[in-house]
């Protein structure tokens, strides 16, 4: 089937070959510093603690946060915010829901950085330190074929999901160790929009990468009808 499918070159030479190699990834791990994702967890369950106290404060009774049912409660009914969604089990209070209550009410930020420490603090901070085994390592499993892109996943635990766009998230990263000093980060570069400056002969996309120009910051530039040096990181974004 996969001569039929003209993919058996790609999988002889480029998928057999890098089992070995994602094998030995797997094998010599990541070195990881427990102490710091220790430090870390206590200081996290610090804030969390006041956030709680922060949130009772401003709603005038204590309940659990966690649950979606008992803060639909508070929400809508006691604070009588409006824009309430009920379900069978109760007001819908995910994320988007909140973010547009945000003018109305100092709580829901509040509410929204409880979320957000919680997740971090269960998810990576107590969740990585569970995988950290005897040699100081985390063991990831690398998934070549589990992605429908072709893209590299890992599990047990993921370690490509660790947040980096906000403090908590570098701070979790500091905590990952180079064994022979330095890191090596290898990525295709802007693949997709390759593939697509070929298959639509966009002269401007082709002379963007023909001159090795920053795509995100050229199509900027574009869009906003601005130099690309007066570009802003949220603009490339």
Same mark, same amino acid.
């Given at each position: 089937r996969l001569k039929n499918e003209e993919m058996y070159e790609l %999988? #002889?030479?480029i998928e057999m070959p890098l089992i070995t190699v994602l094998a030995n990834m797997e094998y010599d791990g990541v070195k990881v510093d427990a102490s710091i994702l220790k430090d870390m967890e206590d200081e996290m369950s610090t804030r969390i603690s006041d956030i709680e106290q922060e949130i009772y404060s401003l709603v005038g009774e204590e309940f659990n946060i966690s649950s979606p049912k008992q803060l639909g409660v508070i929400l809508f009914e006691k604070l009588e915010l409006p824009g309430a969604k009920k379900t069978k089990t109760g007001y819908k209070t995910d994320v988007s829901v909140l973010q547009k209550l945000v003018n109305n009410h100092p709580v829901i930020e509040k509410i929204l950085d409880y979320r957000r420490l919680t997740k971090i603090k269960s998810t990576y901070l107590e969740g990585l330190s569970n995988y950290i085994r005897e040699d100081g390592k985390i063991h990831t499993i690398y998934k070549q074929n589990l992605t429908r892109t072709g893209r590299l996943s890992s599990v047990e635990p993921n370690l490509q999901n660790i947040p980096a766009r906000d403090e908590e998230g570098r701070m979790i990263r500091k905590a990952?160790?180079?064994? @022979? @000093? #330095? %890191?090596?980060?290898?990525d295709y570069s802007q693949i997709e929009l390759r593939i697509l400056a070929h298959l639509s002969q966009d002269e401007e996309l082709i002379n963007a990468f023909n001159n090795n120009l920053d795509i995100h910051t050229k199509v900027a530039a574009d869009i906003f009808d601005i130099d690309e040096e007066n570009v802003t990181k949220n603009q490339r974004r």
């Open positions: %999988f #002889e030479t990952f160790l180079p064994v @022979n @000093n #330095e %890191f090596l980060s290898a």
